[in-house]
Structures are given as structure tokens and as C-alpha cells.
């Protein structure tokens, strides 16, 4: 079995809508495709994809990399056709050296790799920064807007994405605090739920990875969790916490 795609698709994982909000703007500028990869790792979907053309991934920065979940996706993934491969990473800082890895992936996949491009969205890890209010919010995505459309520019182009200035703490966060950060904190112990939970169920259906189980009308988090924030961003009673970290910021989402 396979799946024909058309000649430029857009492939995103999100968990709070920042990396979903720039797939669409893609979708609009270039007027291609573009699909959840939520929904492919959700179902274990390793078809193959027949893109017949360009390939764009985007996802948001996890430690400096791309989400683990989706590095795994790709590689056990086999596509066709793929003419060339372009990355899109969101962040609340910056992405370190992750088009390094980006291009290591590339190579393994015997993908032609045209770079990783940048873009500063909204911070929506509340288990360990501090979230912006809605005002705010909406101020950084008002300025990842003109990057977007740079992006789409040079993939409608069919050019490289410009390289990006590194240091040397770049190379150390991607490499050696992503090793260390990803095994060691990425974990789901500390979500709970609040009194406020109505037991609506909507965490169990976001879960990308079928880490929540609703029983007794309350989300029981299993040992597999990719820190997406999803569960605890779009709770309609925000009566989801992650330990005291949580407690009192905003929950930052984006449809």
C-alpha cells in the first residue's frame, strides 16, 4: 500500500498549533498540501508516501532538535519520488544545531537536503518557561509572519535556505543537553489532573502517542509522553498542571 501525494507536500507535527499555523501559511503561499504527522505516528502509519517532488517537514524544537517521535516516523517511513527536503522549525528561542542532525537524517533517508529555516514562535513548554499572554502571543506570530513567507519564497524557488550563524554553544545544547535532557526529563510523572477535570476525554484523543487513558472520568498518563504539551495547553478547564510548573501561566495554544 501507498500513498500519491502531490508535487510539494507539507508534513507537520504540532502539539499547541505553532508548527500547524505555519504549515497552513505554507499551504496558502504555495498552494500544496499539507497534513498532520499527529495523526500518522497517533496510528502507527508507516505507508509509503509517493511525494513525486518537494518534501517540507514542519515541527517545532524540541531541545534544540526535532521531536524525537518524528525522527523515528521518518526513518521507519519509506517515501518515493522525493526531489528535495526542506525543514521548518519553530522555537521560542532558537534551534541550536539542529540543521546539523537535520541533514544527518536527510542522508540516511538518501534525501537532497535544502536546508533548515528558523522561525520564532510563541513559548508553549510550560514545564519549563514561562508562557506569553494572548496579547503577546499574538505579537510574535504578527513577526514570524514575513519569515513564513521568506521560507515559502525560497521552497517555491527551489533554493538552499540560508545558512544560520552557529557557536559553539549551538553545537553543545543539540547535541550533548538534547542527549542527556531528552531521556532524563521528557516524562509524563507529573501531569495531574485538577478537581476542575470534567473528564471530557479531548487529552486522550490529542495524544500523539496514546499516553492518556481517560478512567473515573480523569486522564491517567502512561510512560510514553514526547512533552508536545497538548493534554495540558488545551484543556477547556486548564485543569490539567505539570507539577508546580505550570501553575498560574497562561496556555498558549493556536488553532
Not at 510574535?140 to 557557536?167: C, F, G, R, T, W
Request: glycine share 6%; hydrophobic share 35%.
Amino acid at each position: 500500500l501507498y500513498i500519491t501525494r502531490s508535487t510539494q507536500l507539507i508534513y507537520y507535527f504540532t502539539g499547541t498549533g505553532n508548527s500547524q499555523y505555519i504549515a497552513r501559511e505554507l499551504h496558502h503561499q504555495l498552494n500544496e498540501d499539507y497534513i498532520s504527522m499527529n495523526t500518522l505516528i497517533r496510528n502507527n502509519d508507516h505507508r509509503l508516501q509517493n511525494i513525486k517532488g518537494t518534501l517540507v517537514f514542519v515541527v517545532p524544537t524540541y531541545a534544540w532538535r526535532i521531536p524525537r517521535i518524528v525522527e523515528e516516523w521518518i526513518l521507519l517511513t519509506p517515501f518515493n519520488g522525493v526531489e528535495e527536503v526542506y525543514f521548518v522549525m519553530d522555537c521560542g528561542g532558537n534551534i541550536g544545531n539542529a540543521g546539523h542532525y537535520n541533514q544527518e537524517l536527510c542522508k540516511k533517508k538518501g534525501f537532497n537536503y535544502k536546508g533548515t529555516m528558523e522561525i520564532i514562535m510563541p513559548e508553549n513548554y510550560l514545564a519549563m518557561f514561562d508562557t506569553p499572554e494572548d496579547d503577546e502571543a499574538q505579537s510574535i506570530i504578527k513577526k514570524a509572519d514575513p519569515v513564513i513567507e521568506q521560507a515559502a519564497s525560497y521552497i517555491h524557488q527551489h533554493l538552499p535556505l540560508p545558512n544560520m550563524s552557529l557557536h559553539l554553544k549551538d553545537k553543545f545544547q543539540s547535541s550533548i543537553v538534547n542527549t542527556v535532557f531528552c531521556p532524563l526529563f521528557v516524562k509524563a510523572d507529573a501531569f495531574y489532573s485538577t478537581d476542575e477535570c470534567i473528564g471530557c476525554g479531548l487529552c486522550e484523543t490529542l495524544c500523539p502517542l496514546h499516553n492518556i487513558q481517560i478512567k473515573d472520568h480523569h486522564p491517567v498518563w502512561g510512560k510514553e509522553c514526547t512533552h508536545c504539551m497538548a493534554c495540558i495547553a488545551k484543556c477547556p478547564k486548564k485543569a490539567i498542571e505539570y507539577e508546580k510548573q505550570s501553575i498560574g501561566k497562561n496556555r498558549y495554544h493556536i488553532e
